[in-house]
């Protein structure tokens, strides 16, 4: 059986990391006040868009893993102030995405991820489903805080330049720093 499936997901998941890293690294150039500053998007800020990232990571990974993701519901939701500490944070809930990633096959990739909700009980999903939708999430979010930040004195970093041959220089030295393969 080709795990070739578990493997991409799992560069979906290294590429998710450097983005990230990358975003909230330019972030981490605006004071507190710019970071939440009020602006047009789907939520008012890039704090809020860049929290509500790790909040939702957050639920999803303890839900694939299999811990209690329903306390999120009931506990206050991350409120980094700055980009520092929430790039730190931002990180390690990567982090574990990418061992959780790089610990599937086929098969556990099929198998069914219930997703509990404070007043419902949606039907499973398949591991594959949810994690495909984790990573499409924080590119949703993560395109609207790019946008946000080109509304600033910060230039936007490029997202772009991940899995292509001929641009390793462009990332290879955020991938050693984040300890991720150089291709």
């Known amino acids: ?3 070739r499936l578990a493997r991409h997901l799992s560069a979906l998941a290294r590429n998710n990391c450097w983005a990230n890293h990358r975003l909230l690294g330019a972030c981490a150039a605006l004071s507190e006040a710019e970071f939440a500053l009020p602006r047009t998007s789907f939520f008012p800020s890039l704090r809020a868009t860049l929290n509500h990232i790790l909040w939702v990571d957050l639920y999803y990974i303890d839900a694939l893993e299999g811990a209690d993701a329903l306390r999120h519901y009931s506990q206050p939701a991350p409120d980094f102030a700055h980009a520092t500490p929430l790039r730190a944070a931002q990180l390690a809930s990567d982090r574990r995405l990418i061992a ?5 096959t086929d098969a556990t990739l099929a198998a069914d991820c219930h997703l509990p909700r404070p007043n419902r009980k949606p039907p499973p999903s398949s591991v594959e489903a949810v994690v495909t939708h984790l990573l499409q999430h924080q590119i949703h979010h ?9 509304g600033t004195r910060v230039k936007p970093p490029q997202l772009d330049e991940f899995y292509l041959k ?3 220089v462009l990332r290879r030295d955020e991938l050693l720093e984040l300890g991720l393969p150089l291709s």
């Open 1 to 3: 059986m080709s795990e």
């Open 100 to 104: 959780f990633c790089e610990r599937q």
């Open 142 to 150: 993560r395109g609207q805080a790019h946008a946000m930040l080109a």
């Open 166 to 168: 001929g641009e390793e």
